[in-house]
């Protein structure tokens, strides 16, 4: 166990999905795994541990933010023993030909800070996915006929933010969407030797001001489920 997760030796298996909304964990465990055993509920985060096609795999849920997710990847990582994490979430479209609904599997993540800056000091390190990932996930996304997008994303630091100046750099500079988690995960993915990606659906568009509505969310997101497990298990 460790103060974050309670699970036993074992429970966790070596290829974990991690959404943001602990809730959308029990959601995409319950519909894609088989025997679905709850192995964590530490201050609400919940975690599941089944079966796809045969493959063991974790559901975690990360919280909001780089520094939630970097507690539960260090965790999961370095007292579990994950090989394989997957991002998988929401996020703010910023290009004109990116529409509501479409994937995007981020190649790449910039961000002002995260949670590793203090270990890379005066390095400006380019966090980046794997690329076996990578290259199985697009395959399963067009096996799937989603409309998906391969490139850069903005990994922000806060929520509310209030730097039109900002948005308006990353989109001239071809960023495809804005999060809160992946440059962290990718750090912390390269330091421990893992293979880590962010399979993203967008749900809103910081230039349209389109938004998914609740509703459509649940079926939106199971595509994106389906093409992180079949990336994990190509």
């Given at each position: 166990m460790t103060p974050h997760i309670r699970a036993e030796a074992g429970q966790i298996a070596e290829t974990v999905l991690m959404p943001g909304d602990p809730l959308r964990a029990k959601w995409a465990a319950e519909t894609f795994l088989d025997e679905p055993e709850l192995v964590n509920d530490v201050r609400g985060m919940l975690g599941f541990t089944g079966t796809w096609r045969g493959n063991r795999v974790t559901i975690h849920g990360s919280g909001m933010g780089m520094p939630s997710l970097s507690i539960?990847?260090?965790?999961?990582?370095?007292?579990?023993?994950?090989?394989?994490?997957?991002?998988?979430?929401?996020?703010?479209?910023?290009?004109?030909?990116?529409?509501?609904?479409?994937?995007?599997?981020?190649?790449?993540?910039?961000?002002?800070?995260?949670?590793?800056?203090?270990?890379?000091?005066?390095?400006?390190?380019?966090?980046?996915?794997?690329?076996?990932?990578?290259?199985?996930?697009?395959?399963?996304?067009?096996?799937?006929?989603?409309?998906?997008?391969?490139?850069?994303?903005?990994?922000?630091?806060?929520?509310?933010?209030?730097?039109?100046?900002?948005?308006?750099?990353?989109?001239?500079?071809?960023?495809?969407?804005?999060?809160?988690?992946?440059?962290?995960?990718?750090?912390?993915?390269?330091?421990?030797?893992?293979?880590?990606l962010a399979v993203l659906t967008v749900s809103d568009h910081l230039l349209t001001h389109e938004a998914l509505p609740a509703a459509d969310r649940q079926s939106s997101f199971g595509d994106m489920v389906e093409i992180a497990l079949e990336a994990a298990f190509a």
């Open positions: 539960y990847a260090n965790e999961l990582i370095a007292k579990y023993g994950a090989k394989t994490l997957i991002r998988i979430g929401s996020t703010g479209a910023m290009q004109s030909h990116v529409k509501i609904r479409d994937v995007i599997l981020a190649q790449t993540a910039s961000s002002i800070s995260t949670p590793s800056a203090g270990i890379f000091r005066e390095v400006n390190f380019a966090p980046c996915a794997d690329f076996g990932l990578l290259v199985a996930a697009h395959k399963a996304a067009l096996g799937k006929g989603s409309d998906v997008h391969v490139g850069g994303i903005y990994s922000s630091d806060v929520f509310y933010d209030e730097r039109p100046d900002l948005t308006e750099m990353m989109t001239r500079h071809g960023i495809l969407a804005v999060e809160m988690e992946a440059a962290e995960l990718y750090n912390l993915a390269a330091r421990h030797g893992c293979r880590a």
